[in-house]
């Protein structure tokens, strides 16, 4: 089984996972992190850190920005593990996506699927 943590700046991600809840995703094995302006890098690491020692399950995390802390950290510390995929630019339409598969595909169509529809979740409607 496939786990899921999001890690972004302030509240973002724990909004996207109640977001998920409220549509009736299932939320079984989703985590999130928030970093924010009280939180040092040393404190990021730590929780990101902790969460990887507990976990040693596949593992996909969504951070928002590509560049930012929440991506840059993850990125260090799990670029090693194969058992570990970090995306950036998490939006709703991707997560709930993912939700909604993660325990129908492997983790690596997991991670292909994610890679193969990341340009689907943003669209221009003129109505």
Do not use: C, R, W
């Not at 990887?52 to 593992?59: G, R, S």
């Not at 799990?78 to 970090?86: L, R, S």
């Amino acid at each position: 089984m496939t786990k899921i943590l999001i890690i972004t700046h302030a509240q973002l991600g724990k909004s996207f996972v109640e977001s998920a809840k409220m549509l009736g995703s299932n939320l079984e094995d989703v985590s999130s992190i928030s970093f924010d302006e009280t939180m040092g890098i040393e404190q990021l690491e730590e929780q990101i850190n902790d969460y990887l020692e507990k976990n040693h399950e596949d593992i996909l995390i969504f951070t928002d920005i590509i560049g930012g802390s929440p991506f840059n950290v993850a990125s260090l510390l799990t670029h090693e593990k194969e058992n570990v995929a970090v995306f950036y630019g998490v939006n709703l339409p991707i997560f709930i996506e993912t939700l909604s598969q993660k325990n129908t595909l492997t983790f690596e169509a997991l991670v292909d699927s994610l890679n193969d529809n990341k340009n689907l979740s943003l669209g221009f409607g003129n109505l």
